[in-house]
Protein backbone atom coordinates (compact mmCIF):
# COMPACT_ATOMS: atom_id res chain seq x y z
CA UNK A 1 0.00 0.00 0.00
CA UNK A 2 1.41 3.09 -0.97
CA UNK A 3 -0.13 6.81 -0.83
CA UNK A 4 1.96 9.59 -2.72
CA UNK A 5 1.23 13.48 -2.07
CA UNK A 6 2.30 15.84 -3.89
CA UNK A 7 1.16 19.92 -5.11
CA UNK A 8 2.68 21.29 -1.94
CA UNK A 9 4.01 24.84 -2.14
CA UNK A 10 4.37 28.50 -1.24
CA UNK A 11 1.28 30.76 -1.93
CA UNK A 12 0.15 33.90 -0.70
CA UNK A 13 -2.62 34.47 1.84
CA UNK A 14 -6.56 34.14 -0.12
CA UNK A 15 -4.25 31.63 -2.59
CA UNK A 16 -5.26 28.40 -3.80
CA UNK A 17 -3.30 25.05 -4.34
CA UNK A 18 -4.40 21.42 -5.28
CA UNK A 19 -2.94 18.91 -3.67
CA UNK A 20 -2.85 15.65 -5.33
CA UNK A 21 -2.50 11.74 -3.74
CA UNK A 22 -1.76 8.97 -5.93
CA UNK A 23 -2.91 5.20 -4.21
CA UNK A 24 -1.46 2.09 -5.17
CA UNK A 25 -2.15 -1.42 -3.65
CA UNK A 26 -6.02 -0.69 -2.57
CA UNK A 27 -8.87 1.04 -4.68
CA UNK A 28 -10.71 3.63 -4.19
CA UNK A 29 -14.24 1.77 -4.23
CA UNK A 30 -14.64 1.47 -0.33
CA UNK A 31 -11.99 2.59 2.19
CA UNK A 32 -12.33 6.18 3.88
CA UNK A 33 -9.42 8.46 2.55
CA UNK A 34 -8.37 11.65 3.71
CA UNK A 35 -6.28 14.64 4.27
CA UNK A 36 -4.63 15.34 7.50
CA UNK A 37 -1.73 18.16 8.75
CA UNK A 38 0.97 18.92 11.24
CA UNK A 39 2.06 22.43 11.69
CA UNK A 40 4.91 23.21 13.68
CA UNK A 41 4.37 22.59 17.59
CA UNK A 42 0.90 21.17 16.80
CA UNK A 43 -0.66 18.15 17.06
CA UNK A 44 -1.85 16.06 13.32
CA UNK A 45 -5.41 16.79 12.70
CA UNK A 46 -7.63 16.33 9.60
CA UNK A 47 -8.98 18.72 7.10
CA UNK A 48 -10.81 16.56 4.41
CA UNK A 49 -12.25 13.10 4.53
CA UNK A 50 -14.08 10.83 1.77
CA UNK A 51 -15.87 8.00 2.21
CA UNK A 52 -14.52 6.38 -1.46
CA UNK A 53 -18.03 3.60 -1.49
CA UNK A 54 -20.61 6.46 -1.46
CA UNK A 55 -18.81 9.93 -1.70
CA UNK A 56 -19.68 11.23 1.21
CA UNK A 57 -17.56 13.68 2.86
CA UNK A 58 -16.60 15.83 5.86
CA UNK A 59 -14.94 18.67 6.69
CA UNK A 60 -13.78 20.17 10.49
CA UNK A 61 -15.73 23.63 10.41
CA UNK A 62 -12.04 25.16 10.29
CA UNK A 63 -12.18 24.38 6.16
CA UNK A 64 -15.65 24.15 5.46
CA UNK A 65 -16.15 26.16 2.52
CA UNK A 66 -12.42 26.79 1.72
CA UNK A 67 -11.46 23.27 1.38
CA UNK A 68 -12.75 20.88 -1.06
CA UNK A 69 -11.58 16.93 -1.29
CA UNK A 70 -12.57 15.13 -4.63
CA UNK A 71 -10.93 11.42 -6.11
CA UNK A 72 -10.30 10.47 -9.59
CA UNK A 73 -11.06 6.54 -9.29
CA UNK A 74 -9.57 6.42 -12.73
CA UNK A 75 -6.64 7.70 -12.12
CA UNK A 76 -6.45 6.24 -8.46
CA UNK A 77 -5.99 9.18 -6.56
CA UNK A 78 -7.63 11.78 -4.30
CA UNK A 79 -7.02 15.59 -4.40
CA UNK A 80 -7.81 18.42 -2.10
CA UNK A 81 -8.49 21.83 -3.36
CA UNK A 82 -7.61 24.57 -1.16
CA UNK A 83 -8.99 27.91 -1.77
CA UNK A 84 -8.68 31.13 0.19
CA UNK A 85 -5.62 29.93 2.13
CA UNK A 86 -4.52 31.49 5.32
CA UNK A 87 -1.29 31.53 7.32
CA UNK A 88 -2.47 29.45 9.69
CA UNK A 89 -2.95 26.79 6.87
CA UNK A 90 0.67 26.60 6.75
CA UNK A 91 2.22 22.73 7.83
CA UNK A 92 2.69 19.44 6.66
CA UNK A 93 -0.49 18.15 4.72
CA UNK A 94 -0.52 14.26 4.18
CA UNK A 95 -2.66 11.46 2.45
CA UNK A 96 -4.33 8.92 4.90
CA UNK A 97 -6.44 5.80 4.60
CA UNK A 98 -7.71 3.33 6.79
CA UNK A 99 -8.54 0.00 4.73
CA UNK A 100 -10.76 -1.47 7.60
CA UNK A 101 -13.41 1.40 7.81
CA UNK A 102 -15.64 3.19 4.85
CA UNK A 103 -16.78 6.31 6.98
CA UNK A 104 -15.83 9.48 6.25
CA UNK A 105 -16.62 10.84 9.73
CA UNK A 106 -14.68 7.83 11.57
CA UNK A 107 -11.65 8.77 9.85
CA UNK A 108 -11.33 12.14 10.10
CA UNK A 109 -12.03 11.17 13.52
CA UNK A 110 -9.80 8.45 14.14
CA UNK A 111 -6.07 7.56 13.56
CA UNK A 112 -5.75 6.14 9.66
CA UNK A 113 -3.79 3.10 9.26
CA UNK A 114 -2.11 4.17 6.05
CA UNK A 115 -0.02 6.91 5.43
CA UNK A 116 1.89 8.62 2.99
CA UNK A 117 4.44 11.12 2.60
CA UNK A 118 3.94 14.24 3.25
CA UNK A 119 4.26 17.92 1.48
CA UNK A 120 4.36 20.65 2.45
CA UNK A 121 2.48 23.81 2.04
CA UNK A 122 3.62 27.27 3.30
CA UNK A 123 0.94 30.18 3.70
CA UNK A 124 2.23 33.53 3.18
CA UNK A 125 1.23 36.45 4.58
Known amino acids: VQLQASGGGLVQAGGSLRLSCAVS????????IGWFREAPGKEREAVAC????????YYPDFVKGRFTISSDKSKNSVYLQMDNLRPEDTAVYYC???????????????????WGHGTLVTVSS
Open 50 to 57: LSTNNDIW
Open 25 to 32: GFTLDRPA
Open 96 to 114: AADLGHSSSYYLCHSRPSE
